[in-house]
């Protein structure tokens, strides 16, 4: 197995990738957008939303807070909820 290959499965098992890519989809879903409304209100390409929903690609603090902006919610609020769901999973 390539290095790109194991890292693409450690990221995609990786229960805390996992629980933001769903709270994302939930968000998203929630508010009626599409992944290509998301990429009309941020400038980034739907496949970055993607991404992050499919587990394949995680988020830095400074990104949460956009895509917090970019879906009308509560950063703080968001962060409690992908904890739980995190709690929830162990």
Known sequence: MSKIEKRKKINNEDPRRLALGQWVREQRMAKGYT?????AKSGRPHSYFGKIEQAQRGL????FIDMCNWLDVSPKKSFLSVQVTLKQQS
């Open 35 to 39: 992944m290509r409304d998301m990429a």
């Open 60 to 63: 830095d603090l400074l990104e």
